[in-house]
């Protein structure tokens, strides 16, 4: 079974730096130009566990990170 992510956002830069600090310990992130993040689907059990408010915009598989990365180096800023 595939892995699966979550597309999810912060409120302030202080709650997106918690967030990122305690997840990045534990596995891997991808920060997106729009100010998303991609996390591992346990990660928000995680946030959830620490109190960290975050809101998840979708949840998406492999595939989906994927092509979501291609499309921005096909786009570059």
Known sequence: MAMKFAKVEFPTKKDSAAALYGLMRRG???GLRDGTFLVPLP????????GI???VLQ????????????????HPV
């Open 28 to 30: 891997k992130v991808t």
């Open 43 to 50: 990660g928000l059990k995680w946030l959830n566990d620490n």
């Open 53 to 55: 408010p975050h809101t």
């Open 59 to 74: 949840q998406v598989n492999q595939d989906d990170v994927t092509q979501t990365l291609r499309d921005l180096l096909a």
